[in-house]
């Protein structure tokens, strides 16, 4: 390896540890907003949207509480970040969106996703950021996902295609929010994904090894979150427990029985309730109870019928025990499948990107993602999509105290970006116009 590019993957891999100290959760992304931006200006952007200036708040999903919001802003203002930037991501309207004119041509996007997670790293000494220093700094957070690779991604790849002969315009999402479900759909709503032809997003690992690259996903999951509030009538549980209206019964019977809505004979479904809690002490009848739950769907239809007999199975429960719920659906993302077209041109392109060791052309995912807001706004406009995976050997899961990518993995992403998106235009030359 020539020196230039010793050092150009030394770049990735600096970068990446950078963000790699600093997770920040969903819609609480300010100091990485601040960092990213950064990196932006440093390297020369024709347009740059940070926050409010990138989508309307109004379309957000997920939301957190207003103290927890003002809690990050406080520790990135504390770390150094920038207060213009600060004030454009006020109230956690976080994330940024970059734009590259080059010429005539295609205008293609690049979706990244900049969030971490709520998981305490390891610090294990045989942990790789233990043992290299850029372990998370921030207590409780991490980016067990590989977000810090996919930011570091995109950032390698607009500094490519600047550098390359691309002709045509690049929109790049930072996308923030999307642990939470939350972010893919206001970037989907915003004017910057109008007119694109092609949009490329992009996972590292999810269990593909090092050398691997997936052109394109196939049969994500449709997913909704769900929290219910159930409010019943406290009292005494041994002298009056016949004047109570149970919350915990309530919660008891919702539980129960939304792991009892029927699988649906169209495809695959599934429920699961992640949280719950109720009560304040053992003699008194509890007057509240929260649960936390999610439905998911092989299509949107699908998950739309769990979702739909959830919400009727907490409603029955609470109805039963005479209590009341309150139920909320935070976020919701639909399916949204890889193009076949682009997902050739994917495979084509890394196959010959060095260090790519095997290409697969399309796989199941499993899992949902929002990004699938900005696929479908593309396809249903004509365009065409494609979600890759940039295989990397992760040591245990994704979203545990131990992940962590191989940096080898970075170039590689870069490489098979920087191509598919300078090669689009000769790959569909002649086509009509999308």
């Not at 509480?65 to 003002?70: G, H, L, T």
């Not at 649960?291 to 429960?317: F, N």
Request: with cysteine.
């Amino acid at each position: 390896m020539s020196t230039h590019a010793t050092d150009a993957v030394d770049e990735l891999v600096s970068l990446r540890r950078g963000f790699h100290r600093h997770p920040e959760p969903a819609w609480r992304e300010f100091y990485t907003t601040h960092r990213l931006v950064e990196e932006l200006r440093d390297i020369g952007v024709d347009e740059l949207a940070i926050g409010c200036d990138a989508y309307d708040p109004a379309d957000r999903m997920a939301v957190p509480e207003e103290a927890s919001i003002a809690e990050w802003a406080d520790r990135a203002r504390e770390r150094g970040a920038d207060e213009e930037i600060l004030e454009k991501t006020a109230g956690g309207v976080t994330g940024c969106v970059a734009v590259l004119e080059c010429g005539d041509g295609p205008a293609v996007g690049l979706r990244v996703d900049i969030d971490g997670l709520f998981i305490t790293e390891s610090d294990d000494p045989g942990h790789v950021p233990v043992e290299e220093e850029f372990r998370s700094e921030i207590d409780g957070t991490m980016h067990a996902c590989g977000h810090d690779a996919h930011m570091t991604w995109g950032l390698s790849t607009i500094e490519a295609i600047k550098a390359s002969d691309f002709s045509g315009r690049l929109v790049v999402f930072f996308q923030p929010a999307e642990e939470a479900g939350g972010g893919g759909h206001p970037m989907a709503q915003s004017r910057y994904i109008e007119d694109l032809e092609y949009l490329f997003a992009v996972h590292v690992g999810l269990d593909h090894p090092t050398g691997r690259v997936v052109a394109g996903i196939e049969r994500p999951l449709a997913m909704c979150h769900v929290d219910a509030t159930i409010e019943g009538t406290s009292t005494h549980a041994g002298k009056t427990p016949n004047e109570g209206d149970n919350a915990m019964q309530a919660l008891g019977a919702a539980i129960e029985n939304a792991y009892a809505i029927p699988r649906h004979a169209d495809g695959m479904t599934r429920v699961n309730i992640g949280r719950a809690e109720s009560g304040t002490a053992s003699n008194v009848i509890a007057d509240h109870a929260h649960l936390e739950a999610e439905a998911r769907g092989e299509t949107t239809a699908l998950m739309e019928y769990m979702k739909g007999r959830l919400k009727r199975t907490l409603r029955s429960a609470a109805s039963m025990h005479g209590c009341t719920v309150d139920i909320d659906v935070i976020s919701e993302s639909p399916r949204a499948d890889s193009d076949p077209e682009l997902v050739d041109h994917v495979a084509n392109v890394a196959d010959g990107i060095d260090g790519v060791t095997e290409v697969v052309p399309t796989a199941d995912f499993g899992a949902s993602e929002d990004a699938t807001f900005l696929m479908k706004r593309v396809q249903e406009h004509g365009g065409l999509a494609s979600y890759l995976i940039v295989g990397t050997d992760h040591p245990t899961g994704h979203h545990t105290p131990t992940f962590d990518v191989d940096e080898r993995s970075l170039r590689i992403g870069t490489d098979v970006l920087t191509e598919a998106i300078r090669g689009v235009e000769d790959a569909f030359a002649g086509e009509d116009d999308r």
